[in-house]
């Protein structure tokens, strides 16, 4: 008798292998996008083999696959061997990694870039998962040419639409959005077209915006003159923290010595051991860049800035599912770095047919990221989704973030936890079914990654005396 629970667990083990097996030999399930989930299913299954030389294989295999492979990975929790469920586990962590790291590069357009405005920035909405509004723009205007460079990035894009068309973009929305609209003498001043030069690092956007001149009282060392660096990330990723150190940004100019003859000379930071932090805010996806660099007597053609920025971002956006009605109260998930807890599912009834979920959001990283005053970092999406639904299903946007088939919640309530976590209520009113037959999803950021961004802005023409 003593040996019952071990058997149990092994039957238990066995059974769950055999169903994933016939489901796969049913095809059941839809294929994934980019990876076939019977081949998933299939090294999943020998994850449990009684040979080490299977299960290294199985593991190798899986992560071949890449991270269009975790739509299909199974909840650890429902295997029953212990070896099969941290083996998972372990394929799982290193899958959203790399997710995560890959996000943090530029999305871009793969194929014929040759089409209409209209036609294009739909393509850029559902190949990147960016979002682009164009409400404000004519049909006439939306079916206008463009012409793109091959594999054309995201702010290539939006870049090359509003050059070529007089136009003007900002972030709007919460998911954010970018919002493309006509320009007008109102808007040109403001615009992130106005600029002295740009550049792109990875998903972001480096731009000189201005040099002005600045005198500091009571000093006797010369003139300055502030440099606004600004820095956009594409809408899909949530960028947390700029950090930059002074020292890590050379600023030159090449100054007139004849008229046939420029001498090239590095300009000294004004305070050279200074660290900015700068916080971008809840769904807000640009920072300007304040720096102070002494000027040199001269005259002056033009001026280079080649430095480096860290951006801490939360990367590689995951949908959490949970089963449907009160079934999730109790149920955790994890993902990368983050775990989330279902605490309570109160339905009001069928007068008003409401409900509220509270979930606890956990994130590993703590420490002053994750103080109360910052704690809008955890709010992620989050939602409700038909039972019947697919879990994990892809959005035709690209983005869990922008799902259509996501019903958002009315009103949002959260109490931060001594521990830094966050208790987070979603309160949904007059459902137009009954709560019982939803799913709660929660998408959420799954690492906080220090992503560098390296640039160079170079020869930037200065006014004489400047």
């Not at 723009?137 to 594999?151: A, D, F, N």
């Not at 009315?410 to 208790?423: E, F, K, L, M, R």
Request: with cysteine.
């Amino acid at each position: 008798m003593m040996f019952a629970p071990r058997l149990r667990q092994w039957l238990v083990s066995r059974l769950v292998i055999v169903l994933a097996s016939c489901l796969t030999l049913a095809g059941q399930l839809p294929a994934g996008d980019d990876v076939d989930q019977s081949a998933v299913r299939r090294w999943v299954v020998r994850l449990d083999s009684n040979r080490k030389a299977d299960r290294e294989e199985a593991k190798k295999e899986l992560l071949k696959l890449g991270p269009a492979a975790l739509k299909w990975l199974p909840e650890p929790e429902s295997l029953g061997s212990r070896a099969t469920v941290e083996a998972l586990r372990d394929v799982r962590a290193k899958l959203e990694r790399q997710k995560a790291e890959e996000s943090v590069h530029a999305a871009r357009l793969t194929g014929a870039v040759s089409s209409s405005i209209g036609e294009t920035l739909q393509r850029l909405t559902k190949e990147t998962g960016n979002v682009v509004v164009t409400d404000d723009l004519s049909k006439e205007l939306l079916s206008q040419p463009i012409e793109l460079p091959g594999r054309p990035s995201f702010w290539d894009v939006i870049a090359a639409t509003a050059q070529q068309h007089n136009l003007s973009w900002s972030f709007t929305g919460s998911p954010t959005r970018v919002r493309v609209f006509p320009m007008n003498a109102a808007t040109k001043g403001d615009s992130p077209t106005t600029v002295l030069a740009v550049t792109q690092s990875k998903a972001f956007r480096v731009a000189l915006k201005s040099i002005r001149e600045r005198t500091v009282v009571g000093q006797d060392s010369g003139p300055l003159l502030r440099l606004e660096v600004d820095v956009m990330s594409e809408p899909r990723l949530r960028p947390l923290f700029l950090k930059c150190s002074v020292a890590d940004v050379v600023v030159s100019g090449m100054r007139k010595e004849t008229k046939d003859k420029t001498t090239a000379v590095v300009w000294q930071p004004y305070s050279p051991d200074a660290k900015l932090e700068l916080t971008f805010g809840q769904w807000h996806r640009q920072m300007s860049v304040p720096l102070d660099f002494r000027r040199p007597e001269g005259d002056w053609a033009t001026l280079s800035v080649v430095g480096k920025l860290h951006i801490e971002t939360a990367a590689g956006e995951e949908p959490l599912e949970f089963p449907a009605g009160k079934e999730a109260q109790g149920v955790s998930r994890r993902r990368g770095g983050v775990t989330v807890k279902v605490l309570r599912w109160e339905s009001g009834g069928a007068k008003d047919n409401g409900l509220a979920v509270t979930a606890l959001v956990t994130y590993d990283t703590g420490g002053p990221a994750f103080e109360s005053h910052r704690s809008w970092m955890l709010f992620n999406v989050a939602g409700l989704v038909r039972s019947g639904m697919m879990p994990a299903e892809k959005p035709a946007s690209g983005s869990a973030l922008s799902d259509v088939n996501l019903l958002k919640p009315t009103h949002i309530d959260s109490d931060v936890q001594p521990d830094g976590s966050i208790a987070v209520t979603y309160r949904f009113e007059k459902l137009p079914l009954p709560a019982e037959e939803y799913r709660f999803r929660y998408v959420a950021p799954t690492l906080i990654l220090d992503v560098p961004l390296e640039f160079e802005l170079r020869d930037i023409p200065l006014r004489s005396g400047r």
